[in-house]
């Protein structure tokens, strides 16, 4: 029996914004040379607002226990995806991304109440700012991209907030299997 998973807090999109998205991954890679990023699946996208990494198994229903605290005091957020970008810039790509924008203060107080429940529970609290973002792909070796001229239609669809989820990644050699441990709503 496991006594650790590998853990994160996210929030769940849309068929249509997956849908969306892989389109968006699809013509960004037809630009790039092959292989030169490893793109996320579509039904694997998420906005990830915490990583946890390695968990202990038995923390899990007090981590439950406090997202649902956490989102019992916030009500439905409406995001919407906006543009496309990278970390840390477009010179230099790791992480190719769609951006998140509409309610972002809200998004933030969530993030933070989120921050603020793990800090006793072990975890850091995080230090950089967070910026809604959804990865599309990572870069294996940024300097195969210079030139690439970063056009995509992203369109504008509605990412409503409803819920996070605790979800458990599973690494495999054919990418990862996400299971999700605990779902917190909220508040309407």
């Known amino acids: 029996m496991k006594t650790t998973i590998r853990a994160f807090i996210a929030i769940a999109l849309p068929d249509d914004v997956k849908a969306m998205l ?3 991954s699809e013509a960004l890679a037809a630009q790039m040379p092959p292989h030169s990023v490893r793109w996320v699946r ?3 996208l998420h906005a ?3 990583f946890l ?3 202990a198994v ?9 997202l649902d605290r956490i989102m019992a005091g916030h009500y439905r957020i409406d995001l919407w995806v906006s543009g496309l970008g990278c970390f840390p810039n477009r010179r230099r790509p790791r992480v190719i991304w769609a951006g998140l924008q509409g309610d972002v203060t ?3 107080s969530l993030k933070r109440g989120i921050d603020v429940c793990l ?6 609290l995080e230090r950089r700012p967070f910026r809604p973002h959804l990865t599309l792909g990572r870069v294996k070796d940024s300097r195969q991209l210079r030139g690439v001229a970063w056009g995509a239609a992203v369109k504008e669809l509605v990412v409503p907030v409803t819920a996070v989820h605790l979800i458990e990644s599973q690494l495999r050699p054919g990418g990862p299997i996400y299971t999700v441990r605990h779902t917190s709503k909220l508040n309407g």
């Open 53 to 55: 990494g390695d968990t």
């Open 42 to 44: 579509p039904d694997l």
């Open 22 to 24: 892989g389109e968006v």
């Open 119 to 124: 800090e006793p529970l072990g975890w850091e």
């Open 58 to 66: 038995s923390q899990l229903p007090i981590i439950a226990s406090e």
């Open 48 to 50: 990830t607002l915490r």
């Open 106 to 108: 809200a998004v933030n």
